[in-house]
């Protein structure tokens, strides 16, 4: 693909305006994007970390050869503190700034807001070409909603390129290989997390309803779609909501589709899409669940116990860090929480670190993508210090059966084999660069019809016009 070419699909993507997720904004997106994560709420219980630290088994790179300054592009500071932590021989100057080496580190991290984080990025990696080489991207992040916008041009790297082979990848997981891949095949990016979901519900709701809160018996009253929307019912029938809002349960729905947001040019919606509608219009109706915007201060009231929020649904990011765990007499801050699979398998969020084409660090780069996603070492000591479910097999297999590891805001359960469980089942097939638009814009106009403002027609009306709207190439 010629340069122009790419210059124009990347332009014509920033005009789309899409709220990226995992952004640090006051006023999070209504997609179900990932919020920033913030410092781990301190009742969770992790094991003890390894005596032989990573640090202290591997050779620092050699950046002899090197450009002098690695520029990262980031959303939040994520990214950077697992780096900080973890990475070996990274040392801190201040927030933005560190060496590797004899190689300067600068960190550009621009908020999400409105979008900015990708405009930001777009207009910088148009310029890649004809900048000066300590000024050029070396690697950035991207999030599943919009990876294929970067990794379906040019100007991401393979990492194949960078020497980095299959064997080196062969302990991740499938699926966040899938979501980096560009319609050729070829891989171009990597991740070190994995965001597998689950249901989290309240201990406290389930013992009320259920008359129990063990997370295999409740698994009965959620096993799947039907079954979940008549134990609906039943909570309603005790004063309890199923979950706070039929948002919760869109991204579970969504992952589940047998066929893409846009087929042949044409706007398609699946049927597992429907069948959300129907089943969210059901319980809205019935006063079973509510209508919030995700992140809004109503959906939030469910952290609470007088929210009467039986269940929401996310990976474990959701609970440790976005759930109010550190806030005092919330259920997580109780430790009264508990996870089960839900009515299907799904995942929610994630970064994906990639190469720039253009940047003078190869070397480097390759270095922080093996150490930071396949070293099993560093994978352990983040999931004991950060408490995240990590993009290594073997490592998430032993630490779910190690029985020192569990979580307070979980109760004390060890949720990992669960989440180990959901994620072999992940299938990204049905990936589309349209994704993320589509998947808010459906959501918009489905809130009309859910509270009564039109009918189905007028709804679905909606969503058409704006995507059409956003995707002037688009027919429905």
Same mark, same amino acid.
């Given at each position: 693909m010629k340069r122009k070419v790419l210059s124009t699909l990347l332009a014509a993507t920033m005009l789309t305006g899409l709220i990226a997720g995992c952004g640090n904004s006051s006023e999070p997106a209504a997609s179900n994007s990932q919020p920033a994560a913030t410092t781990p709420a301190a009742d969770t219980t992790?094991?003890?970390?390894? @005596?032989?630290?990573?640090? @202290?088994? $591997?050779?620092?790179?050699?950046t002899a050869d090197e450009g002098k300054v690695l520029n990262i592009y980031c959303w939040n500071d994520e990214f950077y503190r697992r780096i900080r932590d973890h990475y070996p021989d990274y040392e801190v100057i201040d927030a933005t700034h560190g060496t590797i080496g004899d190689v300067s580190?600068?960190?550009?991290?621009?908020?999400n807001d409105d979008n900015a984080y990708q405009?930001?990025?777009? @207009?910088?990696?148009?310029?890649?070409?004809?900048?000066?080489a300590d000024d050029k991207i070396d690697l950035f992040l991207v999030e599943a909603d919009y990876a294929l916008k970067y990794v379906d041009t040019e100007y991401t790297m393979p990492v194949k390129?960078?020497?980095?082979?299959?064997?080196?990848?062969?302990? $991740? *997981?499938?699926?966040?290989?899938?979501?980096?891949?560009?319609?050729?095949?070829?891989?171009?990016?990597?991740?070190?997390?994995?965001?597998?979901?689950?249901?989290f519900y309240s201990r406290e709701v389930a013992k009320d309803v259920f008359g129990t809160d063990d997370p295999a018996e409740v698994q009965e009253y959620v096993k799947d779609w039907d079954t979940f929307n008549e134990t609906a019912k039943a909570l309603k029938e005790k004063g309890y909501f199923a979950a706070s809002s039929a948002n919760d349960t *869109?991204?579970? *729905?969504?992952?589940?589709?047998?066929?893409?947001?846009?087929?042949?040019?044409?706007i398609n919606i699946d049927d597992n899409i429907m069948k959300w509608v129907e089943d969210s219009k059901v319980l809205v109706d019935a006063g079973e669940i509510g209508t919030h915007e995700l992140w809004s201060d109503d959906w939030s009231q469910g952290f609470y116990p007088d929210g009467k929020v039986f269940a929401y649904f996310g990976p474990a990011w959701l609970v440790n860090f976005s759930m109010a765990a550190d806030k005092e007499g919330s259920i997580g801050n109780l430790g009264g929480w508990a996870a089960t699979e839900g009515p299907q398998g799904f995942f929610w969020g994630g970064t994906w670190i990639c190469?720039?084409?253009?940047?003078?660090?190869?070397?480097?780069?390759?270095?922080?993508?093996?150490?930071?996603?396949?070293?099993? @070492?560093?994978?352990?000591?983040?999931?004991?210090a950060d408490d995240d479910f990590v993009n290594n097999k073997p490592a998430m297999n032993a630490m779910a059966e190690d029985t020192s590891y569990s979580s307070k805001i979980l109760g004390g359960q060890n949720p990992l084999a669960m989440y180990c469980a959901g994620v072999e089942g992940l299938d990204l097939s049905n990936l589309s660069i349209y994704d993320q638009g589509c998947n808010e814009e459906f959501q918009n106009a489905m809130k009309n019809y859910f509270d009564g403002n039109t009918d189905l027609d007028g709804a679905l009306d909606l969503f058409y016009k704006a995507v059409v709207e956003k995707y002037p190439e688009l027919t429905y």
């Open positions: 992790p094991a003890a970390p390894a @005596e032989t630290t990573p640090a @202290e088994t $591997q050779a620092a790179v050699d580190v600068v960190w550009n991290i621009t908020p405009n930001n990025l777009d @207009e910088t990696l148009l310029k890649q070409a004809d900048a000066a390129d960078l020497g980095i082979t299959d064997a080196d990848l062969a302990d $991740q *997981y499938q699926y966040t290989k899938d979501i980096v891949t560009d319609s050729n095949g070829v891989l171009k990016g990597v991740s070190w997390q994995g965001c597998p979901g689950v249901m *869109y991204r579970v *729905y969504s992952n589940n589709v047998t066929s893409k947001w846009v087929e042949d040019g044409k190469a720039a084409t253009g940047t003078d660090n190869a070397g480097l780069v390759k270095d922080i993508m093996l150490q930071m996603t396949a070293n099993e @070492e560093i994978m352990k000591e983040i999931v004991v």
